[in-house]
T-cell receptor, first 114, second 114 residues
Framework: KAGVTQTPRYLIKTRGQQVTLSCSPI?????VSWYQQTPGQGLQFLFE???????NKGNFPGRFSGRQFSNSRSEMNVSTLELGDSALYLC?????????????FGQGTRLTVV | AQTVTQSQPEMSVQEAETVTLSCTYD???????LFWYKQPPSRQMILVIR??????QNATENRFSVNFQKAAKSFSLKISDSQLGDAAMYFC???????????FGKGTKLSVKP
């Protein structure tokens, strides 16, 4: 069974640009969550999608957005990139997200903004 | 605010020895889940162990076990017979108020000495 796949693995962008990250969840999983990981702030929740609908959103500016497709694949977009957006972006999928469900994580996309 | 606190930024253990990683949390709920995730240098987060709060018995997964003290809101992870492959960042986590949202501690970096 294939795991959670995130593409690309590494990305370098310039301030002011926009970027799109992709996440393919485990087959059958309908929930996809996104997290930002930085040395200073640790792991912070961005948003969660379930059956193509954003169910929850963390405390991030509107420059961070996402969507989910009918096949459960998800994308997140960051517009007008800032240096502080440099981080590891992790995607996690789970079957139903009852609060005890295990979240399966991808290897992340390392975004560097220069 | 719902928080998860890991007070040990770094820990070290000798191969084959036992180490305990600490975690405390804040919650107003009576039933909830707690998790320990491992993040090796490959960056992929892996669930190590899960505990449901209403269960009195501490969870155990092979060499990994927890000491869950509900009244004290403490959830420590014990690794027995430590192996070189146990070297990683370990994160304590609990579900946030909404589904699909995990709140993580800052993590403990575990080194294993041969």
């Amino acid at each position: 069974k294939a795991g959670v796949t995130q593409t690309p693995r590494y990305l370098i962008k310039t301030r002011g640009q926009q970027v799109t990250l992709s996440c393919s969840p485990i087959s059958g999983h309908r929930s996809v969550s996104w997290y930002q990981q930085t040395p200073g702030q640790g792991l912070q929740f961005l948003f969660e999608y379930f059956s193509e609908t954003q169910r929850n959103k963390g405390n991030f500016p509107g420059r961070f957005s996402g969507r989910q497709f009918s096949n459960s694949r998800s994308e997140m977009n960051v517009s007008t990139l800032e240096l502080g957006d440099s981080a590891l972006y992790l995607c996690a999928s789970s079957f139903q997200t009852g609060k005890g469900d295990e979240a399966f994580f991808g290897q992340g996309t390392r975004l560097t903004v220069v | 605010a719902q928080t998860v606190t890991q007070s040990q930024p770094e820990m070290s253990v000798q191969e084959a020895e036992t180490v305990t990683l600490s975690c405390t949390y804040d919650t107003s709920e009576s039933d909830y889940y707690l998790f320990w995730y491992k993040q090796p240098p490959s960056r992929q987060m892996i669930l190590v162990i899960r505990q449901e709060a209403y269960k009195q018995q501490n969870a155990t997964e092979n060499r990994f076990s927890v000491n869950f003290q509900k009244a004290a809101k403490s959830f420590s992870l014990k690794i027995s017979d430590s192996q070189l492959g146990d070297a990683a960042m370990y994160f304590c986590a609990r579900p946030g108020g909404s589904q699909g949202n995990l709140i993580f501690g800052k993590g403990t970096k575990l080194s294993v000495k041969p």
